[in-house]
């Protein structure tokens, strides 16, 4: 079981590694951090992504050049990073996670829209991509973050108090990288429905469900994964990447 709150914080990562580990491991063919997205395409054809952290936190520098080292890797090394207190090479492991432990075929996101009903959500992390689709679509949200200002964003702290009874919580990556997801769980347990949102995912459903986390939202390539890798380069979105669907990958129950 994940412990509960207090006495793990690494070995959630931990047991991320150890069941990533059990796949087989492979060398990179590519790697590519950009300013929006990350991805690792390893030689035998596996393909991961990841969500790159917008905020002042992506250029706190490094007591040390990681850039020959993580060029070597493999794509097991590279989960490792999974435990990196810097952005950049958390997003560098998790799209090597996925690639070694990619999700199952899910279905289109937009059925999010038919299931929640009341089209409210709330959103923890600013997740600008996702904020615009929900905003599209009409949804009441309550966004929680330190950094962005609006109506209807709400500091951080206030989280354990106005997540109370919340019906449906979108969670970004950011709240797995900075381990909010741990001390946020018992709520989830009180909500219809928890996704937790990517890319850089790993299938480790036993893990989600105990976190309570009832679905992955997460984008799958269509087609040639070298296709999407000029679209971050340039400094794309994952949400707008032509080579990319989005689909909800239920957790809770076999897929």
Not at 35 to 58: I, N, Y
Not at 152 to 179: C, I, K, M
């Amino acid at each position: 079981m994940v412990p509960e709150i207090g006495g793990l914080t690494l070995r959630l990562f931990e047991a991320i590694i150890d069941e990533v580990g059990r796949r087989e491991d492979s060398s990179v063919e590519s790697l590519l951090l950009g300013w929006r997205g990350a991805a690792v395409l390893l030689e035998d054809g596996r393909f991961g992504l990841a969500r790159v952290t917008l905020s002042e936190e992506m250029a706190r520098p490094s007591p040390r050049d990681p850039t020959e080292e993580l060029l070597r890797a493999t794509a097991r090394e590279l989960t490792r990073l999974l435990v990196s207190p810097y952005p950049a090479e958390f997003a560098l492991a998790s799209a090597a996670s996925e690639a070694l432990l990619p999700p199952p075929e899910g279905l289109p996101a937009e059925i999010l829209r038919s299931l929640i009903r009341g089209d409210r959500a709330s959103v923890v992390g600013y997740d600008p991509d996702l904020v615009l689709l929900f905003r599209s679509w009409r949804w009441e949200l309550a966004i929680f973050d330190d950094i962005r200002r609006a109506p209807d964003v709400y500091p951080s702290w206030t989280e354990n108090h106005l997540l109370q009874g919340a019906p449906w919580v979108f969670l970004s990556s950011d709240a797995l990288r900075d381990r909010r997801i741990l001390s946020l769980a018992p709520h989830f347990r009180q909500s219809q429905g928890t996704v937790l949102v990517g890319p850089g995912l790993p299938w480790v459903p036993r893990l989600y469900r105990e976190l309570a986390i009832s679905h992955l939202l997460s984008p799958v390539v269509v087609g040639d994964p070298r296709s999407v890798l000029p679209f971050l380069a340039a400094g794309g979105s994952l949400w707008e990447s032509p080579d990319l669907e989005w689909q909800l990958c239920p957790v809770t129950e076999p897929f």
